[in-house]
């Protein structure tokens, strides 16, 4: 429950009436927790916060209920991908939701395909309870999670954030993924379109996203270099936190642009949504991408944005809602930041098209009513008393 576009559709779902209970694995630390999303903190079942005795009265109930298949499927966590550990937490999780679902009829889905996948995996396996997943992208197209095929097999249904990443699945996978597939993006609610802010000196940079090799901010690094060598007179400014954090300095350090690219750190969602308009370009230099909610903010927000051409990103911005450039071209990132800051882009056309194509595809409301329905759909199971 950690991620902001999560809370928000369950928002939405508790607003249209569909009778969802949310479970986490774990609790997260209070700090970890966006300030609009702490009151779900009480709201959710955490699967490994329980008691001891819950769990020894779930076991005992999984026993006489499951009998021969809760021992076939503990033997089974040994044949498993997973680390033995997480595949026994994982299997462990499923006999507690279960039992706290007992004597009801119920339908697990899972966003992404990690962790909360291989608890809704073990529910079907323990119960024949179905589940569907979402994907997102950069969890099951490259980072490649423990038991992917076995979480896609089993599914009873798929909805993916992107056409992209059923295509690629479907490529890598082919005769796996279940019949029952949908398409349902993600979103934001559509601000009236502001023109973009007037290009001034120095020219504003902004980067938003995880300190990571995915992220690939050494790329805008690299790029910022060249707009000093070139006498643009400019300020970077990278939000975000993650295991890059010393490289990136040093890099920074390295070139001599201390004093124009700054790492902020992270910042709670609303900080960083009030921040959009007090820059000239976004850039986004990212190797590895599913569909970017941040790309969907700076949309929203009304500025030019620069960004790889990788993942579901052309099928999010459309033709003519941003500039995309190669993956590891800080050349190109470089030369497109140019373009706009000289004007040789329409910027205002630019960022007409990306916010028509922004409202008309990817409304937050409009797909969160999409997806209820889409689950309302789904079957369900009894699990016994």
């Not at 082919?174 to 000196?201: D, F, H, M, S």
């Not at 960004?307 to 003519?320: F, N, Q, R």
Request: overall charge positive; hydrophobic content about 45%; charged content about 20%.
């Amino acid at each position: 429950m950690s991620e902001t576009f999560v809370v928000a559709q369950a928002e939405s779902l508790a607003r249209m009436g569909v009778p969802v209970c949310h479970i986490a694995n774990r609790r997260p630390a209070f700090d970890e927790v966006h300030p609009p999303m702490r009151p779900w903190l009480e709201r959710v079942l955490y699967l490994q916060s329980q008691r001891l005795s819950v769990w020894v009265r779930a076991h005992r109930w999984a026993i006489e209920r499951f009998a021969r298949r809760y021992w076939q499927t503990l033997a089974e966590t040994l044949r498993y991908e997973a680390p033995l550990p997480t595949a026994l937490a994982h299997w462990a999780g499923a006999v507690l939701l279960l039992y706290h679902f007992r004597g009801q009829r119920v339908h697990v889905h899972a966003h992404f395909t990690y962790g909360a996948a291989a608890v809704a995996h073990w529910c079907h396996r323990l119960a024949d309870v179905p589940y569907s997943l979402t994907l997102h992208g950069s969890d099951a197209l490259y980072d490649n999670p423990p038991d992917l095929a076995r979480k896609l097999a089993a599914a009873e249904a798929l909805v993916s954030i992107s056409a992209h990443n059923l295509a690629v699945l479907g490529t890598r996978f082919p005769g796996l993924l279940p019949r029952n597939r949908a398409v349902i993006p993600l979103g934001v609610e559509p601000l009236p379109y502001q023109p973009p802010p007037p290009i001034a000196r120095p020219l504003r940079l902004l980067n938003v996203g995880r300190l990571s090799e995915h992220k690939a901010q050494h790329v805008l690094i690299a790029a910022c270099a060249q707009l000093r060598e070139k006498g643009v007179p400019f300020l970077c400014d990278i939000i975000g936190s993650g295991e890059r954090e010393a490289a990136l300095r040093a890099q920074i350090a390295q070139a001599g642009l201390g004093d124009v690219v700054r790492l902020l750190g992270a910042k709670f969602h609303d900080e960083i949504l009030a921040s959009y308009r007090r820059y000239h370009v976004f850039v986004l230099t990212s190797v590895v991408e599913g569909m970017p909610l941040v790309l969907m903010e700076a949309m929203n927000a009304g500025i030019p944005i620069v960004t790889t051409a990788v993942g579901a990103i052309p099928e999010l911005v459309g033709p003519e809602g941003a500039l995309l450039v190669p993956q590891e071209d800080p050349d190109a990132v470089a030369e497109a930041i140019l373009r706009i800051a000289e004007g040789k882009i329409d910027s205002a056309r630019m960022t007409q098209a990306a916010h028509a194509r922004l409202t008309e595809r990817f409304d937050l409301r409009r797909n969160h009513a999409c997806f209820a329905e889409w689950l309302r759909a789904q079957p369900t199971a009894l699990i016994p008393q």
